[in-house]
C-alpha cells in the first residue's frame, strides 16, 4: 500500500486509519507513507523568514483547524475566489502519533526517515536554501507481520 501527498492531514483518527492500513495488507505486505512533515506547519507559509504561523497551535496541537486559502500550485483553481472555496479542517500528526498508531494496529516499522525535499510550494516566499535546513517531509516503510 502506498499513501502520501498529503492524505493523512484529512484523517480526524490516525488509530483508525492505521487499522484500516493493517487490514487491508496481506500478511508481510507493505506500507509505504511519503508525507509532508508536520513540522512544516509550524511556521507562516506566506512569511519570507521562519516565523511562527499565528493561527497554528504548535506541532503538538491536538486541534483540527479550519483551512481555507490554499495556494493554486497545490489545488488549481477550484473557485475563482479564495474566499469561495469551502472550508476544509486538517490536523498536522506529529511523527510519533503516525507511528504509533501503525505500531499499535499490529505492523512493523521497517524504516523511517526525514528528508529536506518538499512536495508542494507550501512557502512561496521562503527562500530554498533556509527551507532545506528542516524537515519538508518524511517517509515510514511498515510491514504486516507473517501469519
Not at 17 to 44: I, M, N, Q, S
Not at 124 to 132: A, F, G, M
Request: proline letters at 6%; hydrophobic letters at 40%.
Amino acid at each position: 500500500v502506498y499513501t502520501g501527498k498529503g492524505a493523512i492531514n484529512w484523517m480526524m483518527d490516525i488509530g483508525a486509519w492505521a487499522r484500516v492500513v493493517a487490514r487491508l495488507l496481506k500478511a508481510e505486505g507493505v506500507l509505504y507513507l511519503f508525507e509532508g512533515h508536520p513540522f512544516t506547519y509550524c511556521f507562516d507559509m506566506k512569511a519570507s523568514e521562519l516565523k511562527m504561523d499565528p493561527i497554528y497551535q504548535g506541532y503538538f496541537s491536538e486541534t483540527p483547524y479550519a483551512s481555507h486559502d490554499w495556494p493554486g500550485t497545490y489545488v488549481g483553481k477550484l473557485k475563482e475566489n479564495e474566499k469561495d472555496q469551502a472550508t476544509k479542517y486538517e490536523k498536522a500528526w506529529p511523527v510519533s502519533a503516525v507511528i504509533t498508531a501503525l505500531l499499535d494496529a499490529g505492523l512493523g516499522l521497517q524504516k523511517f526517515e526525514e528528508h529536506p525535499d518538499k512536495f508542494w510550494d507550501e512557502f512561496l516566499n521562503l527562500p530554498d536554501d533556509l527551507r532545506k535546513r528542516f524537515p519538508n517531509t518524511y517517509s515510514i516503510v511498515a510491514q504486516k507481520p507473517a501469519t
